[in-house]
């Protein structure tokens, strides 16, 4: 498995930005595709953003797409999120999955980190 640890999370105001970052350590990163995932209280976890393994493909929710860019680095990945909405609340995961192409199911994913906390603020 791959450890994970994310960062980056915070307050911010509606219409605003945050940059999360998720560490990988353990394993060959470039192995693993990537997921951004949110879980808010009371809700199901849910797909947010997905990375091949050579970043050379990206998938985005509905919800998220023009607004949140994920990708990644020799030893991290990104997401970016621009014009933040109320909506966006939640907790957020970075995940890795050995499968060989990018899925948007949780139990897909071997490896989770501990989450970042994204507060938007109406």
């Known amino acids: 498995q791959v450890q994970l640890v994310e960062s980056g999370g915070g307050l911010v105001q509606a219409g605003g930005s945050l940059r999360l970052s998720c560490a990988a350590s353990g394993r060959t990163f470039s192995n693993y595709v990537m997921g951004w995932f949110r879980q808010a209280p009371g809700k199901e976890r849910e797909f947010v953003a997905g990375?091949?393994?050579?970043?050379?493909n990206t998938w985005y929710a509905d919800s998220v797409k023009g607004r949140f860019t994920v990708s990644r680095d020799n030893a991290k990945v990104y997401l970016q999120m621009n014009s933040l909405k109320f909506e966006d609340t939640a907790a957020y995961y970075c995940?890795?999955?050995?499968?060989?192409?990018?899925?948007?199911?949780?139990?897909?994913?071997?490896?989770w980190g501990q989450g970042t906390q994204v507060t938007v603020s109406s």
């Open positions: 995940a890795a999955t050995d499968r060989v192409r990018i899925t948007t199911i949780p139990r897909d994913f071997g490896s």
């Open positions: 990375i091949s393994r050579s970043g050379g």
